[in-house]
């Protein structure tokens, strides 16, 4: 069973300030990809990585794949109130037959 | 709005009965996956359909069935309900077969057995 694990669990900053959350696992993953969930709704995809070392940016946001492509991160600069919810992130198994889920990062950001 | 919708949004029953939560997905998209969603276990995938055909499995109890109709609709069953399975249940869906394609996630149900 492939596990990937978040940290922090828990995040709370102020608006400015700059994070970043990771994502980790013992397994190589063919893909990753993150999602932001807010309260009550589903999560929504931000971005999927495929290659091992791959960064690729969607404005104040920087995704990291590990070159291994074990681990992964996400670093938000300057946050903002917006970006508060719970970050989540999924690898696809190389049999490509499902996503396995981290716990997830709650990040709250304060005006 | 994601184009997926789920019936219902609020569930509440009790220990030992059954109830069936219903998926739309986006028009066009022939993959459907259930997804659970609890405190403890996180965002746990279920079960995945493809054009109307079970395609991948996951942490799927026995209790616990799903099927698409020819529409594409899924429902997922779930039965002899326990204390345990008050979660918020996800059904997601995309284009194509492989689970790496971007998921479109509906809003939930939210069921607490009693």
């Known amino acids: 069973t492939q596990l990937l694990e978040q940290s922090p669990q828990f995040l709370s900053i102020q608006e400015g300030e700059n994070l970043t959350v990771y994502c980790n696992s013992s397994s190589v993953f063919s893909s990753l990809q993150w999602y932001r969930q807010e309260p009550g709704e589903g999560p929504v995809l931000l971005v999927t990585v495929v290659t091992g070392g791959e960064v690729k940016k969607l404005k104040r946001l920087t995704f990291q794949f590990g070159d291994a492509r074990k681990d992964s991160s996400l670093h938000i600069t300057a946050a903002q109130p917006g970006d508060t919810g719970l970050y989540l992130c999924?690898?696809?198994?190389?049999?490509?037959?499902?996503?396995?889920f981290g716990g997830g990062t709650r990040l709250m950001v304060k005006p | 709005d994601s184009g997926v919708t789920q019936t219902p949004k609020h569930l509440i029953t009790a220990t030992g009965q059954r109830v069936t939560l219903r998926c739309s997905p986006r028009?066009?998209?022939?993959?459907v996956y259930w997804y659970q969603q609890s405190l403890d276990q996180g965002l746990q995938f279920l079960i995945q359909?493809?054009?109307?055909?079970?395609?991948a499995k996951g942490n799927i109890l026995e209790r616990f069935s799903a099927q698409q109709f020819p529409d594409l609709h899924s429902e997922l069953n779930l039965s002899s309900l326990e204390l345990g399975d008050s979660a918020l249940y996800f059904c997601?869906?995309?284009?194509?077969?492989?689970?790496?394609?971007?998921?479109?996630f509906g809003p939930g149900t939210r069921l607490l057995v009693l």
């Open positions: 028009s066009g998209d022939l993959s």
């Open positions: 999924a690898g696809g198994d190389n049999a490509g037959n499902m996503l396995t």
């Open positions: 997601a869906s995309s284009v194509g077969v492989s689970p790496q394609e971007t998921q479109y």
């Open positions: 359909y493809y054009n109307g055909e079970e395609r």
